[in-house]
């Protein structure tokens, strides 16, 4: 009779963590990163659908973006806000679109601006910001003064990845610029009417000044970013960009002593 028993136990436990892996295993969820993305609206979609919270990761500068680094076509469609109930992810139905152009909010249509960001943004424009996030060596989050706030992509300058793909220099760069434009340092925007006003992300194309002192220039002589030319479309600054680059690259200052030949 004992011997049954024991029997009996040692098979209800065997059963039991049998139950237990399988049911492990059938709600197992595969985490996803942006390496397994063709593309970048590929990855939006995903992450949109996903719903809040981002549970895999893939807006890693917090801006409704996932995955800015893959290549186009790319999508900016807003994730469902942390906290929401709705019965389907889909934001706010756009307009069916009409016959007649809709007539744009400022007095002179800007020329040339293409989805991808090329173009002209007319004429110079200079607005007074106060820093309020350093997402990169290239990118900064700020508050204007009406009070709302833009992601500016500083002209000229590409700097080493740290979101999703981690590239060599890219946390120096990144911490370069916490210093040359700190958070709630008052900073001049400042556009350049040979680049679109804003790049396929919908942030601004700016120079950046502090103190006077030109940000993305500062930069690239400190060897913590490249100049950057958009589709071979130069930029006002060009010049004395490439200058501070070539002085850099001598000197093995910064990245180009260590990462960079």
């Known amino acids: 009779m004992r011997r049954l028993f024991l029997f009996l136990l040692a098979l209800t436990l065997t059963l039991a963590g049998t139950a237990t892996f399988t049911t492990s295993r059938a709600g197992a969820v595969t985490d996803m990163d942006c390496g397994d993305f063709a593309t970048q609206a590929a990855a939006q979609a995903f992450f949109v659908g996903a719903g809040p919270g981002d549970p895999h990761a893939l807006d890693h500068d917090d801006d409704g973006v996932a995955c800015e680094s893959n290549p186009c076509p790319c999508s900016t469609s807003v994730a469902p806000l942390v906290g929401t109930t709705t019965t389907s992810p889909t934001p706010t139905p756009t307009p069916a679109p009409t016959p007649t152009p809709t007539p744009t909010p400022t007095s002179t249509p800007t020329p040339g601006v293409d989805p991808d960001g090329s173009g002209s943004s007319g004429p110079e424009r200079r607005d007074r910001a106060r820093v309020v996030r350093v997402t990169d060596g290239d990118t900064l989050k700020v508050q204007m003064a009406d009070g709302t706030e833009e992601y500016v992509r500083i002209i000229g300058i590409d700097t080493p990845e740290v979101h999703g793909r981690r590239e060599c220099g890219g946390g120096q760069a990144s911490r370069t610029m916490g210093r040359l434009a700190p958070v709630g340092s008052r900073v001049l925007l400042v556009s350049?009417?040979?680049?679109?006003?804003?790049?396929?992300?919908?942030?601004?194309?700016r120079y950046v000044h502090r103190s006077g002192k030109d940000v993305g220039r500062a930069q690239v002589a400190l060897g913590r970013a490249r100049v950057y030319v958009y589709r071979a479309d130069p930029f006002r600054r060009t010049a004395p960009y490439q200058r501070a680059e070539r002085r850099a690259s001598a000197q093995q200052r910064g990245s180009w002593g260590t990462c960079w030949r």
């Open 192 to 205: 350049d009417p040979t680049q679109a006003d804003r790049d396929r992300y919908g942030r601004l194309l």
